[in-house]
């Protein structure tokens, strides 16, 4: 009657890990919100840091990106009006004539294609789970911007 039951369940590593994302081996198992798992002044600090960070490396190359197509515009202008190149208005009027035209055609249907709402949803999931931790990077974010 007192029969006690040895077996146990053996479970592989290997296999276990292949089936999982990557973040979810970085970070731990609980797929939880960053509430559950740190306290509220550690989830203002992470996400004020990655924040900050964001809106750093954003700002900098905002800027490069500006300085390159200003220079580029303006190397046009100056090859345009020296002679160096000749520019068909009529074509270019006709090429954006036709993208205009493409873009109405896409945005009249105005309807999220089933990936970009399941991924849409997904964030929006996310941002309401870890509140704390959004409002810590959007500070950071500014203050990276700013700075």
């Known amino acids: 009657a007192g029969v006690k039951d040895d077996s146990f369940n053996v479970l592989d590593l290997a296999e276990y890990t292949k089936n999982r994302p990557w973040w979810r081996k970085v970070f731990g198992p609980s797929s939880g919100s960053?509430?559950?798992?740190?306290?509220?002044?550690?989830?203002?600090?992470?996400?004020?840091?990655?924040?900050?960070?964001?809106?750093?490396?954003?700002?900098?190359?905002?800027?490069?990106?500006?300085?390159?197509?200003?220079?580029?515009?303006?190397l046009l202008q100056i090859a345009n009006h020296t002679g160096y190149i000749k520019i068909d208005w009529k074509l270019v009027e006709r090429d954006v004539n036709k993208a205009k035209q493409q873009l109405k055609f896409h945005s009249s249907g105005n309807k999220m294609a089933p990936e970009v709402k399941s991924k849409v949803d997904e964030v929006i999931i996310f941002l309401k789970k870890n509140v704390i931790l959004t409002g810590g990077f959007a500070g950071g974010f500014l203050l990276g911007m700013a700075s």
Request: charged letters at 10%.
């Open 34 to 74: 960053s509430a559950e798992k740190y306290n509220v002044a550690t989830q203002l600090v992470i996400g004020g840091v990655t924040g900050w960070c964001t809106g750093f490396i954003f700002q900098k190359v905002g800027k490069l990106a500006a300085t390159a197509v200003g220079g580029g515009f303006f």
